[in-house]
C-alpha cells in the first residue's frame, strides 16, 4: 500500500494477522523485500508492516536532506501507525533500522511493546567520534552521486562487515545485489547525510529509560556489535541478547531459521 506523511509517499507491505502488529525496518541499502522469507512464520504469529524506509525501495528520495534526519524518519512512523489505525506495536529494526526503532522507541515510548534489535547501536558517544562519522558518510554520498549506484553497490559488498555474506550461495548474493542497485542513488546518499550514524544523537545516556523488553541479537562473528550489546545489557532494564553461532552482521539473511525461531519465541512470550 501507499501512505503519504507530509508529502512523502511511503511503501507500505501487509502481511499475516494478530492483535499486535509487528514493524519491520531493513538496513540501509536494503528495501521491504529483506524480510520475505518471514512472511509465513511470523505471519502465523502477528501481523507484519514492512515499510521501505525514506530513501530506499519504493519509497520517495528527496533532495531535501532533513527529511532524512532520524527523528524525522521516525516521525514519519508514528504518522504511518498512526493511519494505520494502530496505537501500539512491536518493533525489529536490522542495522540502520535498529537505529530508527530505537529513536522510535525513545520519542514515543508508549507506542512500543516489544524492541528487537539486530546488529544495531545507540549512536557515537562523543561529538569528536560523530563528527569523523559524517565526513565518512558525506564522502560515500559523494561518491554515490559522482560515480552511480552501481559502482557504490560494488564497493559495499567488500566491506568486512559484510564479508561473512560470501558464504552464501552465490545465486543469494546476486539477489542482495539487484536489490541494492534497484535503490535510488539521491535516496542513499541523502541517507547517509540525514540519517547516518554520525548524525543521529547518541541514545547511550538514555538506554535506562527503556521501559519496553528489548531483545538484542549478534552474530558471534560480528565483534564489533557483540561489543555493543553487550555494554547495552548493562544499561537496559529490561532485556536479553542472543548471540548467533556461524553469523555476521546480517543474521535474518545468514541463519533466517535461527532468527525466526527466536524472535517468534520472544514475541509469543508474556512480559517479564
Known amino acids: 500500500m501507499d501512505i503519504v506523511i ?8 501487509v502481511y499475516g494477522d494478530g492483535l499486535v502488529p509487528l514493524i519491520l525496518l531493513h538496513g540501509f541499502t536494503g528495501d521491504s523485500t529483506t524480510w520475505a522469507p518471514f512472511h509465513e512464520c511470523m505471519g502465523k504469529l502477528t501481523k507484519l508492516v514492512i515499510p521501505d524506509i525514506i530513501g530506499h525501495g519504493k519509497t520517495d528520495a528527496p533532495d531535501d536532506v532533513s527529511r532524512y534526519e532520524i527523528e524525522a524518519a521516525a516521525s514519519d512512523l508514528k504518522g504511518i501507525l498512526n493511519q494505520m489505525g494502530f496505537e501500539q506495536v512491536d518493533l525489529l529494526g536490522y542495522s540502520m ?8 522507541s525513545h520519542l514515543f515510548p508508549g507506542r512500543v511493546r516489544k524492541l528487537i534489535l539486530e546488529s544495531s547501536t545507540p549512536g557515537l558517544e562523543t561529538e569528536d567520534e560523530r563528527q569523523q562519522r ?20 560494488d564497493y559495499w559488498e567488500e566491506i568486512s562487515l559484510f564479508s561473512t555474506l560470501k558464504r552464501l550461495p552465490l545465486e543469494s548474493q546476486q539477489k542482495i545485489r539487484e536489490q541494492r542497485l534497484n535503490n535510488s542513488p539521491t535516496g542513499l546518499a541523502n541517507s547517509l547525510l540525514g540519517m547516518g550514524t554520525g548524525s543521529q544523537p547518541s541514545w547511550w545516556g538514555k538506554l535506562g529509560e527503556l521501559s519496553c523488553e528489548v531483545l538484542l541479537l549478534t ?16 544499561e537496559l532494564k529490561n532485556s536479553s541478547w542472543v548471540v548467533i553461532e556461524d553469523s555476521g552482521h546480517a543474521i535474518h539473511v545468514e541463519e533466517p531459521e535461527k532468527f525466526g525461531t527466536i524472535v517468534s519465541d520472544f514475541l509469543s512470550k508474556e512480559n517479564k
Open 219 to 234: 552474530g558471534a562473528e560480528d565483534h564489533k556489535f557483540c561489543h555493543i550489546a553487550e555494554r547495552m545489557m548493562k
Open 134 to 153: 559524517r565526513m565518512k558518510d558525506a564522502e560515500l554520498a559523494h561518491f554515490i552521486n559522482a560515480q552511480g549506484i552501481s559502482a557504490f553497490v
Open 6 to 13: 507530509d508529502g512523502i509517499h511511503y511503501h507500505v507491505e
Open 97 to 104: 533500522g535498529g537505529r530508527l526503532a530505537l529513536t522510535f
